[in-house]
């Protein structure tokens, strides 16, 4: 919650640090969009989009329908997205995906769209030979920590995170190397 409390992103801020190279060589992005009417194709060199038609049983309560709206002439709306880049494993000699966030609206979880980011980032991580795709969850997100290990993943005890931020950071602004 701290963070939350200090940071505050911007569309300018997220677009000039995040879209400045071509997929999977940095920062990359994925955006769930959802729509009822058939998407636009998206041409991309580096990636080929996924397109996966749902059908669902009941009608989805939405609302926040308006504010997550892409582009509201053809009703396409934003579900969800994952953040992840690449990096190196010494341990294994090989790169890794690091799933930095994964996140699906509230209205649109346990429907498989959570599963669905998850699964295009693994797929493209073995299609590249990557070593692993790994991530860290909050201990009491309960549910990401079934649905993670429902994947497969499996948690690691034996590791610790260590971050220096705020004062601990800016302590090092003056020392000399």
Known sequence: ????????????????????????????????????????????????????????????????????????????????FMLFFPNYLTFSAKPRFYVEDLFVRECYRRKGFGKMLLLV????????????????????????IKFYEQMGAKILQEWRIYRLIGEALQAYDHVNI
């Open 121 to 144: 980032v693994v797929k493209q991580a073995v299609k590249m030979g990557y070593g692993r795709v790994e991530w860290v969850v909050l201990d009491w997100n309960v549910n990401a």
């Open 1 to 80: 919650m701290l963070l939350i409390k200090k940071y505050y992103p911007t569309e300018a801020s997220l677009s000039s640090t995040l879209f400045n190279s071509p997929p999977f060589q940095s920062f990359t992005i994925f955006v769930l969009e959802l729509s009822h009417n058939p998407l636009s194709p998206i041409y991309s060199p580096s990636f080929t989009p996924y397109e996966h038609i749902v059908n669902f049983d009941l009608p989805i309560t939405n609302p926040e329908k308006n504010a997550f709206m892409s582009d509201p002439v053809n009703e396409i709306m934003v579900v969800g």
